[in-house]
């Protein structure tokens, strides 16, 4: 997958997009995969931005030390 320079907020608004364009039914099939292509594309920059996110919260400094933090379910 060729990783775009986009933040967050810009890959989900093009997977928003992309699932408006699908939801309305009104696109050609061929024009309807490329946007399902598309769609799952920023769906995964979405996801890995969020993991590396959630990864640098998941260090939190405690008494001057950097620890994992745990959620308890």
Known sequence: MEKENITFEEALAKLQNAVNKLEKGEIKLDEAFEMFEQGIKY???????????????????????LEDFKVEE
Do not use: F, M, P, W
């Open 43 to 65: 769906a995964r920059i979405c996801e890995e931005k969020l993991t590396n996110i959630e990864n640098k919260v998941a260090k939190i400094v405690k008494d001057g030390k």
